[in-house]
């Protein structure tokens, strides 16, 4: 059964630009763009800006660098300078490149209000108002309210191309059979003695294997990641603080485009982390002590949507470290793609993609301009996990710093287009977006004045 249902809402926010989502992506767009002199409202559905470091507990940056050159520069370097001023003495000496996942908040809190970003968490984008190729509104429901935004400019910063999706855009999802990524539920834990770890955690899968303490043989664990309390000051600091975030267990064959789906998955999840519980206490070193406080209130997704651009970055690019006229920054982490059903030959091409598509120091591959403007629509882009690439490049550019770099272009973009007086993403001047992203430190090499 269908039926019709209409309703007259507010417009609520009448800004320049429109940013939906405030994970890595979001937040680099929607600064950038203010800082840059535009009037800009964020909708963000969780209670915290931060994204899956927050709502899905992911606990450690990638990399931010090549190891000669700092790639997530302006935006990302800023985040990590302010994490290493801000998150205390324990987190530089123990675990730098964990993230202290209070403290990122507070700063992104801080952040967004310095630089004048209208925001409003707890609502969600439901839809987009689309004429002529062109979105009209962005219509959200919040707690009380349903309520329109209206912009010049929008940015699909959702992780899942949410705000492209409503607009019509052309999306692509998985593999050649539709399967994606498998998801992970992380979980913040306590009671572990860090001075008598020793990786890697998956060392005695095989035991424990054989031990039947897994309902699944899953042999693909990232594992527990040594967190800091923020609090602790040198008067604590010879106080262990014992916390761990996990990256462990797959939960295979969720669609992270179905709320039923994704219920499903996260049950499992809980389910599972228990039998990681076991393998941890019982089969590994400095554990055995250790207790769950909390699992993520969101199932980790890896992979969703990939918004078709005007270019789709692929695994070609990657090889060739391509350069474009048009980038807007470069990047390099390897192709992670984590299989997405739980059987050997999975794993083995995981192995396989992750061991032989990596680079070398000083290397990288560029990001053209062109993968954040949306086909199809004339007033859209998008930036983070969701930008137009084939899987194997969306399994290397989707990680944080990656997110920083395409969100801080695509928060420029708007700046660039609104100050010319123009909605068309696809004609904007990307020289001068180039120029102004090196104005503000981004790491631009082949950007020639
Ligand atoms: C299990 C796991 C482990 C990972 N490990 C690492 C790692 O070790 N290091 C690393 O750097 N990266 C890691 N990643 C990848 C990385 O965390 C994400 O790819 C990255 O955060 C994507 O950034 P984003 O801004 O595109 O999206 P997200 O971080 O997902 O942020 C999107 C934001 O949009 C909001 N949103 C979504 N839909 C709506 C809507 N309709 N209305 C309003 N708001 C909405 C969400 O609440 C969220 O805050 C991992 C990911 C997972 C799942």
Redesign the pocket.
């Known amino acids: 059964m269908r039926i019709a249902y209409s309703k007259e809402i507010d417009v609520k926010y009448d800004v320049d630009v429109f940013v939906?989502?405030?994970?890595?992506?979001?937040?680099a767009a929607a600064v950038t763009c203010a800082r840059a002199g535009r009037s800009v409202f964020l909708?963000?559905?969780?209670s915290a800006?931060?994204?899956?470091?927050?709502?899905?507990l992911?606990?450690?940056?990638?990399s931010f660098g090549d190891g000669v050159h700092f790639l997530a520069d302006g935006f990302g370097r800023e985040i990590r300078d302010r994490i290493a001023r801000e998150a205390g003495e324990r987190w530089r000496k123990y675990c730098p490149d964990s993230i202290p996942a209070e403290v990122l908040k507070r700063i992104y809190d801080d952040m967004a209000t310095d630089a004048g970003v209208r925001f409003q968490f707890h609502?969600?984008?439901?839809d987009a108002v689309v004429e002529d190729g062109k979105i009209r509104y962005a219509v959200?429901a919040a707690k009380g309210q349903v309520f329109a935004v209206k912009a010049k400019l929008y940015i699909d910063?959702?992780?899942?191309g949410?705000?492209s999706m409503m607009a019509g855009a052309e999306c692509a999802y998985g593999d050649e059979n539709g399967r994606t990524m498998a998801?992970?539920l992380?979980g913040l834990w306590s009671g572990i003695d860090w001075s008598r770890v020793q990786g890697p955690d998956r060392r005695r899968l095989d035991d424990a294997f054989a031990d039947n303490v897994f309902t699944n043989i899953d042999r693909h664990l990232?594992g527990m990641w040594r967190l800091c309390a923020e609090t602790a000051d040198e008067n604590g600091a010879h106080r262990p603080d014992g916390i761990g975030g996990s990256?462990a267990g797959h939960v295979y064959g969720i669609d992270a485009r179905d709320a039923a789906s994704l219920t499903e998955g996260i049950i499992r999840g809980r389910k599972q982390l228990m039998e990681y519980r076991k393998y941890y206490r019982e089969y590994l070193t400095g554990f055995e002590t250790m207790e769950l406080v909390a699992t993520a209130p969101?199932l980790?997704?890896?992979e969703s949507r990939r918004v078709m651009g005007d270019y789709c970055l692929n695994l070609e690019d990657f090889q060739n470290r391509a350069v474009f006229e048009d980038e807007i920054g470069r990047y390099n982490?390897p192709v992670d793609i984590h299989s997405p059903t739980n059987d050997s030959a999975g794993y083995n091409k995981f192995m396989k993609e992750y061991t032989s598509y990596v680079m070398g120091r000083g290397e990288s591959y560029g990001i053209p301009y062109r993968c954040l403007t949306v086909r199809g629509l004339t007033n859209l882009l998008t930036?983070?996990?969701?930008i137009s690439t084939d899987r194997s490049l969306q399994a290397s550019v989707?990680?944080?710093?990656?997110?920083y770099i395409t969100?801080q272009a695509a928060g420029m973009a708007a700046a660039v287009l609104c100050d010319g007086h123009s909605d068309d993403v696809h004609g904007a001047d990307v020289h001068e977006i180039q120029k102004r992203l090196v104005g503000i430190g981004a790491y631009l090499p082949n950007y020639r004045e």
Not at 20 to 27: E, I, L, T
């Open positions: 939906a989502g405030g994970g890595p992506a979001g937040m909708a963000e559905s969780y800006f931060g994204g899956a470091a927050v709502t899905m992911v606990p450690a940056f990638m609502t969600n984008l439901t959200c910063c959702t992780g899942d949410e705000l998801a992970t992380c990232p990256n969101h980790g997704i890896r982490y930036a983070g996990r969701c989707r990680v944080m710093p990656g997110c969100g």
